[in-house]
Structure formats: C-alpha cells, structure tokens
C-alpha cells in the first residue's frame, strides 16, 4: 500500500511526504492501487475532481483530508460536482466541499463506496447522491444549503441495483448513519423532494427493466431539521430500518402541498421499520405539515411496515400529527408509539437536540428490531433503556458544545471560505514515527494537549493522552492506546472517538484499541483483523468482520456482535464461526451479545451474561451462574449446572404458542425466570408486578397481571403464562421441559 500526499505548496511533485502533487486531480490520475491512499494537507483546492481508478476487496483507494475539514475542495465556476465517483472499493474522508451546479458528490453504477465525515455544501443539486449502485456507506457528514436548482436533496440514494450479482442477505448493504442534514433546497419552489435524507425508488418503477431491490439498508443515528421537503423519506423502496433518528421542522417550503409533507415519509413502500425515531412537524408553515406520513395511492398498500417505539408531535399535545392515506395503518400506541407528545428538547431553537430532563424519549425506546452501539455523539447507545432519537441521555456528560451548529438557519461553515483562515503549517505539535515499531510520544515527550501522531511504516503504538489528537498509524498494524484515561468509546468503522482521552480524536489508520482501567466500548469493524484489548474495566468488544482477538481484561467484559448475521460462539472451547465471529479469538471474555439473526451462544465455567438478540438463538449457560437473555424471537436456553436467571424483558420477547421461549433444564427452588422488566398492567402508571396463583392449572383470575402455570402432557412440558390486560387469554408463554412444581420463589415478579 502506497501513501501519496497532495499539498497546495507542491509544484510537479512525484505525491511522497516531501514532494507532493500540487492539485487532487494530479493524485487520483496517478498509478493507483487497492489499498492505495492520497492524503490532502490543509488548504484550498480550485478543481472538480474525478475518481475512476477501483479499489478491491483487498483494500479501497481512499481520499483522505489529513486534519478534518481543513481540505478545501471548491470547483471552479460552472463545474457540475465537487466530486464524482465512477469506481468501486472507494473511500472519501474528512473534506469541506462547496459549490457546483450538480451534485457535492456524485456516484453511479458503483459499488462498495464510503462517504465519510465530510461537510457538503451549497450545491445546485444534492449535497451526496448515488445513483443505481450497491454497497454503500454515507456516514458522518454534515450536509447543509444544497438543492437550490430543483428536485433534490441533502442525502439522496437512488435506484440502487444489485450491481455485484451477490445475493447474500446478511447485514445491511447500505448504511446512512451518524449524518446531519439541514437547510437544503430553498423554500419558494414547490419541490416534490428537498429532503434531509432520501431512499429513493429501489422498486425501480421510474426505470423499467430492472427488478426490484430489496437488500436491506440502514437509516440510522441521523439528525434532520429545517429542510426543503420532507425529514427523511422512504419512497418506492421496500426492506429499510429507519431507526434512532430526529427530525425536527422540516417542510419548510410553503409552496408544497399537503401530498409531499412528513417529518418521516413512508410511501408507496413495504416491509420496512420505523423504530426509535422522533418526528416534530411545523405547521406554522403549513397545516397539512404532520410528523408521519404513512400512505400510498393507486390501490398499494404498504404491506409490513411498523412502527413502534417513535414519538410524534406538532407543538399541539394529543394530536397525533400522523398521515395515513391509501387505507394504511396508524402507529399505534401498543406498539410503543408516543403520539402528540412533546419530546422536549433541551434547546431546539438553537439547534441542541439533545433530550431535557423528564423527556418522554429517555428510556422510551426498544432494542427488538436492533439498535447501534453509540449515538450522534458517538457516546454509549444505551444507558438503561434505549432512547428514542439520535442522542442517548446519561451516556457522557452532556457536551460543551452540541454536535449540532448553534444556529440551524445559518450554518457554522463559512459560506466563503475560499481563503482559508488556518495556515497550511499545522498549529498542533507533531510526533512523527519511523518506519520501524514505534511507541509514540516518546519517553520524556509531553502529550497533554492537540497533537498529531503519524506513525508512518511498522507497528505503532500510540498514545494521544488528553486532548483532541490526530492518530494516524500509517502503514502497518498499529495501535491506538487509551492506558491511563478514563472510560472511552472508539469505533473504529465509524471513527467516533469520546469519552476520557479520546474526546475530539481523529482516527487514521488503526487496526488496534486498547482501553483504559474503566468501562470501555471498542469496537473494530473497519473490515480487517483488529485486537481490542480492553483492560481493567466491564468493557464491552466488538470486533465487527475480520477474524479479531477480543481480550477483556480484568472485570467482566462482553463481547457483542451487533450487525453481524447470525454467529456461533462457544467462550469454553473458544470456538467461533457465522457472521463477524469468524475466526475471533477471546481471551478473558465472560458474556456475549449476539446478532439480529440465528445465534448460538455457549458459556463456560464462570458466570456468564448470554444474550441472544433477536432472533431464534440457542444459548447455554455450562457451568457457574449464568444470565440467559433470550431477546426477540423463539429462543431455548439451558442455564447449565448451577442457579441460572432466565430474563424476559418484554411479552414479545418470551412469545406464545408455537414462537414461545424454551429453557430446557429449569431448575424449581434453584433457577429463576426474571419478569421483572414487564409491566404486568399497561393500564396503570409505573411498573406493575405479576401476582403469581400458585395452584397447578389454574384459570387466570380477570385480574391484570395474573401468572399461571400448567402442565402439558403431549409434549411434557410445564408452560408458564401471563395476562397482562386482565382479559382472561394468556398474552406470553413460557415452555419449561418437564413436569416442574412451580412456587413464587421461582420468580422475579
């Protein structure tokens, strides 16, 4: 893999460290090679820039501003787009690019194309945009003042195809995640788009000749507000989860009508999910604004959609502000839904859309349909219960300064910057390594304030101590060091960097984490092989693909594996396959977290935390006290030698009939089944508990929260039920095997 640089001081370099390319252009007509990456100093950069060289699964060829955001790219007068991509295996990383009569960025007929942490900007039409491509990954932008030609957006992903022939179905294909998009298109066209962010027409109906694509995509952690059109909207495209997500006030251009109106828009769309989502409309600007718009036309129905776990509001309490045209259905509130309630923001009007306390959104969400590791702020996803929206209250401390600009009608960016206010020479001091095995900064080197950390060749350690540093291993299998600080949460697939030291880092290059002597959450995924050493600490791994090395360290640590499909992992023997366990080696691991899909979690001698996820999982606890977590789907659980708790966190979770849960070896006056977490009478406030009728067979009591138990003969199974309404019909079941004498003490009630 070879590093070229490109700096607005070179002048006829040959693209090394000492003698860069003058313009980008010069980089990527270069011999380019997967692998491959050009490195953009500080500066401004007068051209429209082409890529058309792949990379591979091997490596991408990546395009990388060296500080975030001080790469400047501003395409000389009537240019189309900043840049176009007509290569797969690519990645674009950290650039401010402004201007151009089309798109910011542009791709089409690509496929494995990352999109990341950039600033687009007052472009004619919108801010990113793929047209009929596959596998791709929009993450960590900021888009903002695009669109003002037309029918556009901020984030637009259109007619995807499945260009590569692969037709596996694990995992998303295509991920929009952690993005801030606001202010695009403006508002005095009637536009039929205009959005924050679009999922645009993979049925293909606009183009005939192509089937319909319904690989699953990914709407995650993504903050919309103050746009043309809709928030964000899913349009003629089936088998996406739009989750986590805010969108605040968008809708702004008043000469639309009430057909293109929604903070979130299902339309003409089936089989999708709408989860952990806030959605407040304005309808100052029109009446017919609503926070929801679930409808078809034409006779369509959209089949399979939910909506659980979202809140809705339009300044008015108790008005649902939900469109459902085409005979959908209305989110419900059995399913979670806060309808016409204020989500209570700590400061909307000055574009802090973090939650205020007493916020109906804390605690209101749900991880049944899978939920991300971190938030907006790249702080711990879940504390507690998941949140509704795209921050998480309690994760950290509340940040000085909102990830989002403080003013949403005029963007922090400068809307000129085309002569850059920060010298090309670099402020922060640098600690710059060999091509040897270095350990950086150095013995005696102070590193308590915003350096830059350049490991160049060989494997790197380093260690950015406090401050917002930028590590960038180079070359080799290098490491990113936290020894010494508080807790922190690094992804290195994402970049996310907080808590501790690693507040304000800028990660490069990194194959390795290690953490502090605190709870810490690392996560690799950046799709090769990572070791995440976790240290001292209840740290949680995920090594995401890649065959990783997870060692927790002291305390009891988790390995998870959120996103992956479906794995297979056995902590006792150490083995491990399926999904992104594929080749992981554990060291001092004592739980597991699996997947959305088909797992089969195996404890060892100790006292292990099992949790399935969704899915049908098979968990077993082995030796010691086990906690055996279930999750969505139908699931059997042995607990093993040793008193086990077999937690149920929602009636869902535990099923009925043929779906309900089994535990195979349930032990009376040993195990415990844990109910704890359901309210037994959804009709009363707080949480209530289950009363538990002791007699073999009994009939339920009309009575809200009755627990009863009975044995059935034909499969010799003693099945435990509860009814949460008082109606008199079980509403979960739980199989035990065997004729098993059940008694209070053996529930958490």
Sequence with gaps: MTTYYVATTGSGGNGSASSPFRTISEAMAANLKPGDEVVVKPGTYNESINIDKDGSAAGDITLRSEVPGAALIRP?????????????????????????????????????????????????????????????????????????????????????????????????????????????????????????????????????????????????????????????????????????????????????????????????????????????????????????????????????????????????????????????????????????????????????????????????????????????????????????????????????????????????????????????????????????????????????????????????????????????????????????????NVNLATKAASGGQATGDKIASIENLTGSSYNDVLTGGNGGSNILNGGAGADKLSGGAGGDVLNGGADNDTAGYAGSGGVNVNLATGAASGGYATGDKFVSIENLTGSSYNDVLTGNSGSNVLDGGAGADKLSGGAGTDVLIGGAGKDIMTGGISSDTFVFKTAAEAGSGSTRDVITDFQHGVDKIDLLAIDANGSAQGNGAFHFLAQEGASFDHKAGALTWHYEDKADATVVQGDLNGDGVQDFQVQLHGHVQLGAGDFLL
Excluded: C
């Design 76 to 488: 000389p007068s009537g240019s189309y787009t900043g840049i176009s991509v007509n290569a797969n295996y690519v990645t674009i990383d950290g650039f401010d690019i402004k201007g151009g009569n089309g798109d910011g960025i542009e791709a089409n007929n690509v496929h494995h194309v990352s999109i990341l942490n950039n600033k687009v900007h007052d472009s004619g039409e919108s801010g990113i945009q793929f047209n009929y491509s596959d596998f791709v990954k929009i993450v960590g932008n900021e888009t903002y003042n695009n669109a003002s030609s037309g029918w556009y957006s901020g984030i637009s992903i259109y007619e995807n195809r499945n260009i590569t022939g692969d037709t596996s179905t694990t995992g998303y294909r295509n991920i929009v995640q952690n993005n801030i998009s606001h202010d695009n298109v403006t508002k005095s066209g009637a536009h039929t788009d205009g959005n924050g962010i679009i999922i645009d027409d993979f049925q293909s109906t606009q183009a005939s000749g192509h089937p319909n694509y319904t690989f699953k995509t990914l709407v995650d952690n993504n903050l919309v507000y103050e746009n043309g059109g809709k928030g964000i909207q899913v349009a003629w495209s089936d088998s996406v989860t739009v989750q986590n997500n805010t969108a605040y006030h968008n809708n702004q251009d008043p000469l639309n009508d009430g057909t293109w109106r929604g903070e979130l828009s299902n339309a003409q769309s089936s089989n999708n999910t709408w989860v952990n989502n806030i959605a407040v409309a304005d309808p100052s600007v029109n009446k017919n604004n609503t926070a929801v718009d679930n409808t078809s036309y034409g006779g369509y129905t959209n089949a399979n959609t939910v909506w659980a776990n979202n809140i809705t509001y339009n300044g008015t309490a108790g008005q649902s502000s939900v469109r459902t045209d085409g005979g959908n259905a209305m989110p419900s509130t059995a399913n979670g839904n806060k309808l016409g309630v204020d989500p209570k923001f700590l400061g909307a009007a000055s574009g802090d859309f973090h939650l205020g306390s007493g916020s109906s959104a804390i605690d209101g969400g749900t991880n049944k349909y899978g939920v991300g590791s971190v938030d907006l702020d790249g702080h711990a996803r879940v504390v507690g219960t998941v949140d509704m929206g795209a921050y998480e209250s309690g994760s950290s401390a509340a940040p000085g300064t909102p990830t989002t600009p403080t003013n949403p009608t005029t963007p922090t960016t400068p809307t000129n910057p085309t002569t850059p206010t920060t010298p090309t020479t670099p402020t922060t001091k640098e600690f710059v390594g060999t091509n040897g095995n270095d350990i950086l900064p150095h013995t005696g080197q102070s590193n308590g304030g915003n350096e830059t950390f350049k490991g160049l060749g060989g494997s790197d350690v380093l260690k950015g101590g406090a401050g917002a540093d930028v590590l960038d291993g180079g070359s080799g299998t290098d490491t990113a060091s936290y020894a010494g600080s508080g807790a922190v």
